[in-house]
């Protein structure tokens, strides 16, 4: 059974630095394209970033662009999203995911990680 799992979330100061991992369980078609999203209490999901698998295309959202760098280690089928100059507004649950489309748009993914939260404290 396909599975994505992510690491590398917990608590961290207004300023600071935090890399979160995703991992997938199988090897990742070239057609891939993985995912980060965000979902923060009270709100909807929201897209953070994206990068295709087999090529140096990469999509931020404006709210995160200059601060996070998703990269990927396909000999390790990992995607990373590196979060820096973190805001309390970027506090959520961190969710990646895979499909097929080059979309911001979540319906676009069919498999999810089950998510890691990331607080910032101000």
């Known amino acids: 059974q396909a599975q994505l799992v992510e690491s590398g979330g917990g608590s961290v100061q207004a300023g600071g630095s935090q890399r979160l991992s995703c991992v997938a369980s199988?090897?990742?078609?070239?057609?891939?394209?993985v995912a980060w999203f965000r979902q923060a209490p009270g709100k909807e999901r929201e897209f953070v970033a994206l990068?295709?698998?087999?090529?140096?295309?990469?999509l931020y959202a404006d709210s995160v662009k200059g601060r996070f760098t998703i990269s990927k280690i396909r000999t390790e089928n990992t995607v990373n999203l590196q979060m820096n100059s973190l805001k309390a507004e970027d506090t959520a649950v961190y969710y990646c995911?895979?499909?097929?489309?080059?979309?911001?748009?979540?319906?676009?993914?069919?498999?999810w990680g089950q998510g890691t939260q990331v607080t910032v404290a101000s």
């Open positions: 995911a895979v499909g097929s489309r080059y979309d911001s748009n979540s319906r676009a993914y069919d498999i």
């Open positions: 199988w090897r990742l078609y070239s057609s891939s394209v």
């Open positions: 990068i295709r698998w087999h090529s140096s295309s990469i």
